[in-house]
Nanobody, 119 residues
Framework: QLQLVESGGGLVQPGGSLRLSCAAS????????IGWFRQAPGKEREGVSC????????DYAGSVKGRFTISRDNAKNTVYLQMNSLKLEDTAIYYC????????????WGKGTLVTVSS
């Protein structure tokens, strides 16, 4: 069973940066694509970014393209989301999830980490 744990969330001012981590245990991440999702208060969950199992392919939501960067270190069984130029509207709980492909249903989910962007 693949278990995912997010970390790195916190309070940051607009324009600031945070790096989220998604650490896996139970199984190796080598065969899994990892997606980052977020859910803001009162809003539906949305996809933020995804990286293929090999790391060769990445995808971003239009709202974060150019500001967020997803990467992975399979040796550490960890995927990262570097978030720069944060905006108030980036405030949300951020979740990582895993499936064989980015377009998959994402069978495994972490419990989330809260990112609050506020002045």
């Amino acid at each position: 069973q693949l278990q995912l744990v997010e970390s790195g969330g916190g309070l940051v001012q607009p324009g600031g940066s945070l790096r989220l981590s998604c650490a896996a245990s139970g199984l190796t991440l080598d065969y899994y694509a990892i997606g980052w999702f977020r859910q803001a208060p009162g809003k539906e969950r949305e996809g933020v970014s995804c990286i293929s199992s090999s790391g060769d392919s990445t995808d971003y939501a239009g709202s974060v393209k150019g500001r967020f960067t997803i990467s992975r270190d399979n040796a550490k069984n960890t995927v990262y989301l570097q978030m720069n130029s944060l905006k108030l509207e980036d405030t949300a709980i951020y979740y990582c999830a895993a499936d064989y492909y980015c377009k998959g249903r994402m069978h495994y989910w972490g419990k989330g980490t809260l990112v609050t962007v506020s002045s």
